[in-house]
């Protein structure tokens, strides 16, 4: 192999320094089409907020409202249960409650039935949250009457805070009545039932 003359290292070397440079724009061109960025804007840049839809503290305060909104239709709606429930208690033992507190203020004591009586708390899902008790009347002599009783409901020093009456008229000798006492006061503090008073008559 023979060695090239001066003027033929001079063509080479010019030779060698357009392909390089002619890689380098390559290189340019290629790096500005995929979208990369250059090793001289290495330090990342912040995101283009305009493009966001909302923002999180409208989306909190948003979230808030509707939860807000929900425990106020739960609210009402254990309310309108609750009054239902009541009304439809009412409506059903109004005259023969009035007939027992008629009664049971003329008796002194518990009263002559209060074998005769039992009572069961009713699940407050039932009722609306109200505090209620079915009480149970049972006529277990041989002839037919009638009974007063009075539930008291009392508070955590045994204090009587509420009163409520209940009755049943006419029941058969074996026949059973199961009226509903219903407490007014709120849910909290909670009140204990006591069967106060029973008569039969």
């Known amino acids: 192999m023979s060695t090239p003359s001066p003027r ?3 063509r080479i070397a010019a030779l060698a320094v357009a392909l390089a440079a002619a890689s380098a724009l390559t290189l340019t061109a290629c790096d500005d089409d995929s979208g990369g960025s250059s090793t001289s804007s290495a330090t990342p840049t ?3 907020t305009a493009s966001f839809s909302g923002n999180a503290a409208s989306a909190l305060a948003s979230a808030e409202a509707s939860v807000r909104a929900e425990a106020s239709k739960r609210a009402a709606s254990a309310s309108a249960a609750a009054s239902s429930f009541e009304a439809s208690v ?3 033992v109004e005259r023969a409650n009035k007939a027992a507190r008629t009664e049971l203020a003329k008796v002194d004591g518990a009263g002559n039935a209060m074998s005769d009586v039992t009572m069961t708390g009713k699940p407050r899902s039932e009722t609306g949250g109200l505090l209620a008790v079915v009480v149970t009347i049972t006529n ?3 002839k037919t009457a009638s009974y007063a009783v009075q539930v008291d409901f009392l508070d955590s020093s045994g204090k009587a805070v ?8 006419d029941l058969e000798p074996g026949q059973k009545a199961q009226p509903v006492a219903v407490s007014r006061k709120p849910t909290e503090p909670v009140l204990t039932p006591k069967l106060a008073k029973a008569q039969r008559y």
């Open 8 to 10: 033929g290292r001079s």
């Open 46 to 48: 912040a995101p283009d």
């Open 90 to 92: 009412s409506a059903e």
């Open 140 to 142: 277990k002599t041989g």
């Open 162 to 169: 509420e009163t409520r009456y209940v009755g049943a008229e």
